[in-house]
């Protein structure tokens, strides 16, 4: 029987940043989705990629000083980049695309161009405010107090040539989807996307841009490049082999089955993207999830506010496992959640090791305590039942049809709840049978105890199979303890009580989760943040250079002389000024106070040669006269500011001018 075929997208991240725990949140979850698929049997196919054009991307190479490809090379491909971050995290994707890949570029000027040959794309004008100096568009909401954001100066009134993509004729259709299917999820964002876009009427949509050049370029009207979001949105077709000789699987998995979203791009998903496939006669994706945000202190992360945080400190710190697992256990799909370190570990110690890694490591010693590891032929059945067995058993068999229901309607964190239950019960069957009781008399209480056991490890393997999409490596290891086959490993066996093998061998292993010390983890975590943060900093920063220009006879105003330092202390109660007595040449004592006891010790400083401005006015500080100011230079090293005060050759006499 031919395999049911899924499809299933991330969005395509840019690569204008490293990404954070938010990316990675979308990208597991997708994940776990794709392995549940594949583990029912389906044949999936799991895309995800970078989207890598726009002015963001242009502007950001600019600033690093390389070109763009080079800069998004680099977020990609280079260390703990996002193909490492995806490798980490053992992210099955069964596809990567980058948006810059040149099959992807051709195909999207085609699609540009039967849009355009169709009449749905035409050329207009596009009304905006544009800064001469910076020759840039901007929209009126990209000002900066109503100023180009670039360099701070007056924008004006300005039109550019551009083309537009009729979105206005799809708009019923698009209402039509949105508010009589299940095409968009959850069905909370419906009302949103109509009320605030649709009602108020859908404008065509501006889809080229001349004020920047990064991007596909229309290949039938040079100076334009087609607008990010059409090339970006059109991946999901591309990576499958529309348009192009890279890939031949379109027909077998367009239209995809789902495409997971992040809520600030459900407008682009739910509303511009069907009305371009509909332009373009092709058939609708069958969902489209938007999934909430992962909130710090109850806001976005982002790294212009500088409180991302970092998916490789934490999944070294605790494994990648476990914080998969905390991303899908603890925050509902569909709403914000507040991340944070606390309710990570408290997750992990309370469900992981607590309940998860008792359950197994209790059991598993058991039958090696008990039996030497392999439990007798006939454990399956038991001649005195109790009633807890059977509730185990029930509860066991059924969890897979709950768990399949929560999965089916993207609510990973409903699933993990439902297997929670059952581990939670077997670690109570575990009080209520107290084999430890039963093992004191192995002749009259041995079979119902090997009975006792063999449940637990029932129960185990199929809370082992269903857990196996969200922590696979795990997963694997517990099979392995618990002894289990191949074929009791399957979407099938999960639905099956009994499938172990009676006499499996079953090894304790290593702990799966250690408990994890909440004090001393935060303490290190916050270092490891700290350190983190100051490596992402531009390791030296100096002062930009002033554009005004001075006057050569202003500049020869100033005085610099060479002094010699005669003798230097701290000025008391004052963390930071040194008091320096100077030969300056002229046979009489300078005295200069200077803010460098933060660098510098005094006695470092005595008979070294340094430069002085002398023609300053005096000025006292904490009651002292101040002569001149000495001169150093200065740089900013990884946020820190740097200071080195400047020293001659000591063979340069005091008082020498420089100039
Ligand atoms: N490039 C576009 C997507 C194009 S898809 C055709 C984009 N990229 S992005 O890198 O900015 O964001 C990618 C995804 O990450 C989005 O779905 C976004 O919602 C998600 N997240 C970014 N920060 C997030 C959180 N803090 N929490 C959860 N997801 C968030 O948009």
Same mark, same amino acid.
């Given at each position: 029987?031919?395999?049911?075929?899924?499809?299933?997208?991330?969005?395509?991240?840019?690569?204008?940043?490293?990404?954070?725990?938010?990316?990675?949140?979308?990208?597991?979850?997708?994940?776990?989705?794709?392995?549940?698929?594949?583990?029912?049997?389906?044949?999936?196919?799991?895309?995800?990629?970078?989207?890598?054009?726009?002015?963001?991307?242009?502007?950001?190479?600019?600033?690093?000083?390389?070109?763009?490809?080079?800069?998004?090379?680099?977020?990609?491909?280079?260390?703990?980049?996002?193909?490492?971050?995806?490798?980490?995290?053992?992210?099955?994707?069964?596809?990567?695309?980058?948006?810059?890949?040149?099959?992807?570029?051709?195909?999207v000027q085609r699609i540009f161009k039967k849009m355009y040959e169709k009449g749905d794309i035409y050329k207009g004008t596009y009304k905006g405010k544009y800064c001469k100096p910076c020759e840039s568009f901007w929209t009126e909401s990209q000002l900066v107090d109503g100023k180009c954001p670039?360099?701070?100066?007056?924008?004006?009134?300005?039109?550019?040539?551009?083309?537009?993509?009729?979105?206005?004729?799809?708009?019923?259709?698009?209402?039509?989807?949105?508010?009589?299917?299940?095409?968009?999820?959850?069905?909370?964002?419906?009302?949103?996307?109509?009320?605030?876009?649709?009602?108020?009427?859908?404008?065509?949509?501006?889809?080229?841009?001349?004020?920047?050049?990064?991007?596909?370029?229309?290949?039938?009207?040079?100076?334009?490049?087609?607008?990010?979001?059409?090339?970006?949105?059109?991946?999901?077709?591309?990576?499958?082999?529309?348009?192009?000789?890279?890939?031949?699987?379109?027909?077998?998995?367009?239209?995809?089955?789902?495409?997971?979203?992040?809520?600030?791009?459900?407008?682009?998903?739910?509303?511009?993207?069907?009305?371009?496939?509909?332009?373009?006669?092709?058939?609708?994706?069958?969902?489209?999830?938007?999934?909430?945000?992962?909130?710090?202190?109850?806001?976005?992360?982002?790294?212009?506010?500088?409180?991302?945080?970092?998916?490789?400190?934490?999944?070294?710190?605790?494994?990648?496992?476990?914080?998969?697992?905390?991303?899908?256990?603890?925050?509902?799909?569909?709403?914000?959640?507040?991340?944070?370190?606390?309710?990570?570990?408290?997750?992990?110690?309370?469900?992981?090791?607590?309940?998860?890694?008792?359950?197994?490591?209790?059991?598993?010693?058991?039958?090696g305590k008990y039996f030497g590891g392999t439990l007798p032929e006939g454990c399956r059945t038991c001649a005195n039942p109790e009633a807890c067995d059977g509730e185990l058993r029930d509860m066991a068999t059924a969890l897979r049809g709950a768990y399949e229901n929560a999965m089916e309607s993207?609510?990973?964190?409903?699933? =993990?709840? !439902?297997?929670?239950? &059952?581990?939670?019960?077997? #670690?109570?069957?575990?009080?209520?049978? %107290?084999?430890? /009781? $039963? *093992?004191?008399?192995?002749?009259?209480?041995?079979?119902?105890?090997?009975?006792?056991?063999?449940?637990?490890?029932?129960?185990?393997?199929?809370?082992?199979?269903?857990?196996?999409?969200?922590?696979?490596?795990?997963?694997?290891?517990?099979?392995?303890?618990?002894?289990?086959?191949?074929?009791?490993?399957?979407?099938?066996?999960?639905?099956?009580?009994?499938? =172990?093998? !009676?006499?499996?061998? &079953?090894?304790?292993?290593? #702990?799966?989760?250690?408990?994890?010390? %909440?004090?001393? /983890? $935060? *303490?290190?975590?916050?270092?490891?943040?700290?350190?983190?943060?100051?490596?992402?900093?531009?390791?030296?920063?100096?002062?930009?250079?002033?554009?005004?220009?001075?006057?050569?006879?202003?500049?020869?105003?100033?005085?610099?002389?060479?002094?010699?330092?005669?003798a230097c202390e701290a000025v008391k109660k004052s963390a930071k000024l040194l008091k320096f007595t100077l030969d300056d040449g002229t046979g009489v004592d300078r005295q200069i106070l200077s803010g460098v006891h933060a660098y510098y010790e005094p006695e470092e400083l005595t008979g070294k040669?340094?430069?002085?401005?002398?023609?300053?006015?005096?000025?006292?500080?904490?009651?002292?006269?101040?002569?001149?100011?000495?001169?150093?230079?200065?740089?900013?090293?990884?946020?820190?500011?740097?200071?080195?005060?400047?020293?001659?050759?000591?063979?340069?006499?005091?008082?020498?001018?420089?100039?």
């Amino acid at each position: 029987m031919e395999k049911k075929k899924f499809y299933i997208t991330t969005p395509i991240y840019y690569p204008s940043d490293k990404l954070h725990i938010g990316h990675t949140y979308c990208t597991v979850a997708a994940d776990a989705l794709a392995r549940y698929k594949r583990l029912t049997g389906c044949d999936v196919m799991f895309l995800t990629g970078t989207d890598e054009h726009g002015q963001k991307i242009e502007d950001k190479a600019k600033e690093a000083g390389c070109t763009p490809k080079e800069f998004v090379d680099n977020i990609v491909e280079g260390e703990h980049g996002v193909l490492d971050l995806w490798k980490l995290m053992n992210i099955s994707n069964d596809r990567f695309i980058r948006t810059t890949d040149d099959y992807h570029v051709a195909a999207v000027q085609r699609i540009f161009k039967k849009m355009y040959e169709k009449g749905d794309i035409y050329k207009g004008t596009y009304k905006g405010k544009y800064c001469k100096p910076c020759e840039s568009f901007w929209t009126e909401s990209q000002l900066v107090d109503g100023k180009c954001p670039d360099c701070g100066r007056e924008v004006q009134d300005a039109e550019e040539e551009a083309y537009f993509f009729r979105l206005s004729k799809y708009a019923d259709r698009v209402q039509h989807l949105l508010e009589d299917t299940d095409f968009l999820q959850p069905r909370s964002r419906v009302n949103e996307m109509v009320n605030n876009f649709i009602k108020p009427g859908l404008e065509d949509l501006c889809v080229s841009r001349t004020s920047f050049s990064w991007g596909v370029p229309v290949d039938f009207d040079p100076g334009h490049v087609v607008y990010v979001w059409v090339d970006a949105l059109f991946n999901y077709t591309t990576a499958l082999g529309l348009f192009n000789d890279r890939y031949h699987d379109y027909d077998q998995y367009w239209p995809a089955d789902v495409h997971l979203v992040g809520k600030e791009i459900v407008r682009f998903h739910s509303i511009i993207w069907p009305a371009m496939l509909m332009s373009m006669e092709m058939p609708l994706p069958k969902h489209v999830f938007g999934h909430g945000w992962l909130l710090l202190d109850g806001g976005k992360m982002s790294k212009s506010k500088g409180n991302v945080v970092d998916p490789y400190i934490l999944a070294e710190k605790f494994g990648v496992d476990a914080l998969r697992f905390f991303l899908m256990r603890t925050f509902p799909f569909g709403s914000d959640g507040n991340f944070s370190n606390e309710l990570l570990i408290q997750t992990i110690n309370v469900d992981l090791a607590n309940d998860l890694g008792n359950l197994l490591s209790r059991t598993t010693a058991m039958v090696g305590k008990y039996f030497g590891g392999t439990l007798p032929e006939g454990c399956r059945t038991c001649a005195n039942p109790e009633a807890c067995d059977g509730e185990l058993r029930d509860m066991a068999t059924a969890l897979r049809g709950a768990y399949e229901n929560a999965m089916e309607s993207f609510a990973p964190h409903n699933a =993990l709840a !439902e297997i929670f239950k &059952v581990i939670q019960r077997a #670690n109570k069957y575990i009080d209520e049978t %107290a084999p430890w /009781a $039963l *093992a004191k008399d192995m002749e009259h209480n041995g079979a119902r105890l090997a009975h006792v056991l063999y449940n637990l490890l029932e129960a185990t393997r199929i809370c082992g199979i269903l857990l196996s999409p969200f922590i696979p490596a795990s997963a694997e290891k517990i099979f392995d303890q618990i002894g289990a086959c191949d074929g009791c490993r399957t979407w099938e066996s999960a639905a099956q009580w009994g499938s =172990l093998t !009676e006499t499996a061998v &079953v090894t304790k292993g290593e #702990n799966l989760f250690p408990r994890i010390d %909440a004090d001393k /983890a $935060l *303490a290190e975590l916050e270092e490891l943040e700290a350190e983190a943060r100051k490596a992402a900093l531009p390791p030296v920063e100096f002062e930009p250079f002033t554009e005004e220009a001075v006057d050569f006879d202003t500049f020869c105003k100033s005085d610099f002389r060479v002094v010699k330092v005669k003798a230097c202390e701290a000025v008391k109660k004052s963390a930071k000024l040194l008091k320096f007595t100077l030969d300056d040449g002229t046979g009489v004592d300078r005295q200069i106070l200077s803010g460098v006891h933060a660098y510098y010790e005094p006695e470092e400083l005595t008979g070294k040669t340094l430069v002085a401005i002398v023609n300053l006015p005096p000025r006292k500080m904490m009651g002292q006269e101040s002569c001149g100011m000495l001169l150093s230079a200065v740089h900013t090293e990884h946020g820190e500011e740097k200071l080195h005060l400047v020293m001659l050759d000591d063979s340069i006499p005091a008082g020498a001018k420089l100039c």
